[in-house]
């Protein structure tokens, strides 16, 4: 959670001061937890840690190995919003289709996915949502 809550109250984790290593399971089994980002949007991921898996030399971290599908556009309007996101652009017709194309720069392929891409943003990290305001 990246906002100045009472994070107690709603039973969260501050993503800002915890590490995912503070709330996965000593015993290295497996763990389902759910996280939400952007309270505006409600983005909720549900994430299975499958255990650990030994570094290798030479390699660095973080590194994404594997995934699906690309990330939303920042800002789409949560699931409902990213729904008609992708009708708008899947239809020439549609009369949000122009605006769209041009908002996300021309195309966007929902089924995309680079994991090398992917492990570019995660050494970059979450940017610092103070400085955003």
């Known amino acids: 959670m990246l906002m100045e809550e009472n994070f107690e109250e709603f039973g969260y984790q501050d993503s800002t001061t915890t590490n995912i290593s503070d709330i996965l399971p000593k015993n290295a089994r497996r763990f389902r937890f759910r996280y ?12 299975l840690f499958e255990g650990i898996v030994e570094a290798e030399k030479g390699k660095k971290y973080p590194l994404c190995v594997e995934g699906s599908r690309a990330c939303p556009p920042e800002d789409v309007g949560g699931v409902w919003g990213y729904e008609e996101f992708l009708a708008a652009l899947a239809d020439p017709n549609h009369k949000q289709h122009d605006q769209y194309r041009e908002w996300i720069g021309g195309s966007f392929n929902p089924e995309a996915f680079d994991s090398a891409k992917a492990t570019r943003s995660m050494k970059r990290g979450l940017p610092d949502w103070r400085q955003m305001m």
């Open 36 to 47: 939400e980002y952007d309270f505006g949007d409600s983005w909720w991921h549900e994430i």
